[in-house]
């Protein structure tokens, strides 16, 4: 299948798909699609960043009646991330219909706001299972009009222990709903909920190389007090625009971020105690390249969703194969060239070998000693991020900011990158050369015909 056109799409959304760049479908939407479209539950087994989401929000967006306003769409998610990410694209795809509500509902923020949503009506949900939940007991939330269901990165929602909750959530949903449930791994869980919970599922799978450019992989042994010096090594030689490295606790990453910027990286970290408004502005700031390094646990990064990616190092030997895979599958894709690397000290030898004897081959191993001689280069962010002080619920648009940018404060266009809207708060990223004075500007002019707060994020 070379075209959206061979799937009996409506002609809007075919427009829509259009508009938004969608050429061709990926591996995961060609096998996917057709029996979701068809009503069919599903079993799809498939890497972040294979166009998953369009796998399963175009049949859902297809089956939607907008006059209806009730919950019509359930998508549960892991994190709050991967929530605001998939809730972000069904609203683009949503644009194939008129009117059509999706309503986000994740923990981490107050439960108020989201009730007074709930009680104006919405089409489609998306959110983590523990706050969908607490809607549900709270008598906020009715399942009853459910007709499609989503489990997206299944494995990790029970990884992090949801099994429960989320079997509680699918009892409360009619049983002629459609499931549509993907998972990056195959677990007997999964199997079993699967076995539990759908009928006669289409099961497809699509293997990540499918999907994946190019990755060059080396491994380097190293001392244990080596680990920051072998990073800022690695990032200084590679020079990357954007690049990811994994640590195993919230503790390692913060303690790594904070080396990385003393010796002059525009490094954050990420993990799950971070507060939204921290986490909204660390993801904010990574994918529009104002951060080039984002130091994360497995559980911050999954569902997150970079194009451009060219470094993935690993500080330290993921627990098993099956992570290892799925970390270095962040990098090298859509026919890009990508690098992986990973750290390892002689205690953590036994993970490589796990690994080697999974892959049934050897890793290349680099030269340590030829890597520490690297002198220190650092890799400045081509923008900076300002965060402004007012947005979706006071009526701000991209355009409105903008046109602040463009035309009072004198900015070219080119010069302004992505803007990011929240309820109270948007971001908006500006070539550094450009930033001050953005910020004087903005500070001393007016959005939409007010004065609002604006600093760098």
């Known amino acids: 299948m070379s075209s959206f056109k ?53 049949p ?3 089956r939607l009646q907008p006059k209806r306003f009730v919950v019509q769409a359930l998508v549960l998610c892991p994190t709050r991330e991967l929530a605001d990410q998939v809730a972000k694209a069904l609203r683009e795809l949503a644009r194939a219909k008129e009117n059509v509500k999706v309503l986000t509902l994740c923990g981490g923020v107050s439960i108020g706001p989201q009730i007074g949503s709930l009680s104006h009506g919405a089409h489609i949900v ?26 997206d990165e299944a494995d990790r929602m029970l990884d992090m222990g949801f099994e429960e909750v989320v079997a509680s959530i699918l009892a409360q949903t009619p049983p002629s709903r459609q499931t549509l449930l993907f998972s990056a791994t195959w677990p007997a869980p999964i199997r079993k909920l699967s076995e539990r919970f759908q009928i006669n599922p289409e099961d497809v799978r699509v293997e990540a190389q499918d999907e994946a450019g190019s990755i060059s992989e080396v491994f380097y042994e190293i ?32 303690d790594l971020a904070i080396e990385l910027q003393h010796l002059g990286f525009a490094a954050l970290s990420l993990h799950g105690d971070l507060d939204q408004k921290d986490r909204d502005s660390t993801l904010v700031k990574f994918a529009n390249q104002s951060c080039t390094v984002l130091v994360a646990t497995d559980v911050a990064a999954r569902g997150l969703d970079i194009k451009a990616l060219p470094l993935v190092i690993n500080a330290e030997p993921a627990r098993d194969p099956e992570v290892h895979t799925h970390r270095i599958g962040r990098t090298g894709r859509a026919g890009e060239q990508g690098h992986a690397v990973t750290l390892c000290t002689p205690k953590q030898g ?6 080697e004897a999974t892959r049934g081959c050897a890793v290349e191993w680099g030269n340590t000693e030829e890597l520490m001689a690297q002198p220190l280069r650092l890799v400045q962010p081509a923008m900076t991020t300002l965060c402004l002080g007012s947005g979706r619920k006071e009526k701000v648009r991209p355009g409105d900011v903008m046109g602040a940018l463009t035309g009072d404060a004198g900015i070219p266009g080119s010069a302004v990158g992505k803007i990011d809207l929240f309820d109270f708060q948007c971001f908006v990223a500006v070539e ?26």
């Open 350 to 355: 036994h993970k490589v070998s796990r690994l």
């Open 432 to 457: 550094t050369e450009w930033a001050s004075r953005a910020l004087a500007r903005l500070e001393s002019g007016k959005v939409k015909g007010r004065k609002i707060r604006v600093r760098y994020a």
């Open 60 to 62: 859902l967006v297809e």
């Open 126 to 151: 998306v959110g983590t299972p523990g706050r969908v939940d607490d809607h549900i007991r709270k008598g906020t939330l009715a399942l009853d009009n459910v007709t499609t269901l989503v489990l």
């Open 6 to 58: 061979e799937l009996g799409l409506s002609s809007s959304m075919l427009s829509n798909l259009e508009q938004l760049g969608f050429t061709q479908p990926t591996g995961i939407q060609v096998k996917a699609l057709p029996p979701a479209m068809a009503g069919k539950d599903v079993i799809a087994m498939a890497q972040t960043g294979s166009g998953k989401t369009a796998a399963f929000g175009i």
């Open 223 to 254: 001392a244990q007090d080596q680990q920051v010096k072998a990073v800022a090594a690695l990032l200084s030689r590679h020079q990357p625009v954007s690049s990811l490295v994994f640590c195993t606790t919230k503790r390692d990453c913060d």
